[in-house]
């Protein structure tokens, strides 16, 4: 091959012509025994996102170098910044937006919201029942192919409830995790499902 040959050695090193360009822990190691596509996004967080990548070059073609450029990644973070924002607002349309037409919203005791209008449905039942204030904090954007990524976060805040609730405020502390496909240049929810971190009352 042109550019070499690359190993990944037992240490977990990513070797190319006998150089270390990258490193893959056990579970990565595993994960990308048998592929062509070895890379990897580290977290180096500093309060945005800042990952850097780790790739064994000469096997990664075009499409998928232009997957891990950062204006995908900066993209995405900006729809996660967009749609922590409509929960803000009780808005439904802001919310919609930014999910693919084939969507699943999956709600923590609650059965899957699948497709535009039940995705729709699902919110205006929430902003019906309580307000919410809440920040987004992003853990990891990660693309997984050239159309496809996937964001893990946590949210925090609080929910004031309306219907039958006498104006309640709770805690709201969750798990947030999003697959994203790009449609049409745009990244856009295609599945997203949160659970809860508070404790059992």
């Not at 232009?66 to 910044?81: H, P, Y």
């Not at 502390?173 to 049409?184: D, S, V």
Request: charged share 15%; glycine share 10%; hydrophobic share 35%.
């Amino acid at each position: 091959m042109r550019n070499g040959t690359t190993t990944t050695r037992k240490d977990g090193r990513v070797h190319k012509s006998g150089r270390a360009i990258g490193f893959l822990g056990e579970e990565q190691r595993n994960s990308f025994r048998g592929t062509t596509v070895h890379y990897l996004m580290n977290e180096t967080y500093s309060g945005l996102l800042g990952p850097t990548c780790m790739c064994v070059e000469g096997l990664l073609p075009q499409h998928i170098r232009n997957i891990i450029m950062s204006q995908d990644i900066e993209a995405i973070t900006a729809a996660l910044n967009s749609y922590q924002d409509g929960l803000n607002a009780s808005s439904t349309d802001s919310v919609m937006k930014l999910y693919a037409p084939d969507g699943v919203f999956m709600a923590q005791h609650s059965p899957s919201a699948i497709g535009t209008d039940a995705i729709r449905k699902a919110y205006d039942g929430i902003f019906a029942a309580r307000t919410l204030s809440v920040k987004l904090e992003i853990l990891e954007v990660i693309p997984t192919a050239p159309n496809w990524a996937f964001a893990r976060a946590t949210s925090a805040g609080s929910t004031v409830v309306k219907a039958g609730g006498g104006g309640h405020t709770g805690q709201e502390a969750n798990h947030e995790l999003f697959i994203f496909q790009k449609l049409g240049g745009l990244w856009k929810i295609a599945r997203y499902c949160f659970s809860t971190m508070n404790p059992p009352s």
